[in-house]
C-alpha cells in the first residue's frame, strides 16, 4: 500500500526558512517524478515544485529561487527547501507523484506570519 508521509512544517516569521520531508513508501520510487503540492484556505490544491527521476527540476513561477525540491532515491525520500518565506506561503504542503498520482499523505501545515 502506498503511503505518503510530510512533515516539516511549522510557524515561522516572514523572511524564515523550513526544510519538509516526504517519506514514501513507493515501489520503484526513484523512477517518478515527484512533486510537491500546497493547499491554501478556500483555494485549489496547486503544484508548487517537481522533480524528475533524473534529478530535473521545474518550480511554479511564485517560488522560484525561493524554493528547491531534491531527493535522496535511497530513502525514497523527496524535500522541499523553503527560504525567503512569505505570508501567501501559508498553505498545507503534500508531496505525490506529478503523474498518475496516488492517495494524499496528510500533509504537513506551513504558516508564514507577517
Known amino acids: 500500500q502506498v503511503q505518503l508521509v510530510e512533515s516539516g512544517g511549522g510557524l515561522v516569521q516572514a523572511g524564515g526558512s523550513l526544510r519538509l520531508s516526504c517519506a514514501a513508501s513507493?515501489?520503484?520510487?526513484?523512477?517518478?517524478?515527484m512533486a510537491w503540492y500546497r493547499q491554501a484556505p478556500g483555494k485549489q490544491r496547486e503544484m508548487v515544485a517537481r522533480?524528475?527521476?533524473?534529478?530535473?527540476?521545474n518550480y511554479t513561477d511564485s517560488v522560484k529561487d525561493r524554493f528547491t525540491i531534491s531527493r535522496d532515491n535511497r530513502k525514497n525520500t523527496v524535500y522541499l527547501q523553503m527560504n525567503s518565506l512569505k505570508p501567501e506561503d501559508t498553505a498545507v504542503y503534500y508531496c505525490n507523484k506529478f503523474f498518475a498520482q496516488t492517495s494524499w499523505g496528510q500533509g504537513t501545515q506551513v504558516t508564514v506570519s507577517s
Open positions: 522533480i524528475s527521476s533524473g534529478g530535473t527540476t
Open positions: 513507493i515501489s520503484a520510487f526513484s523512477s517518478y517524478t
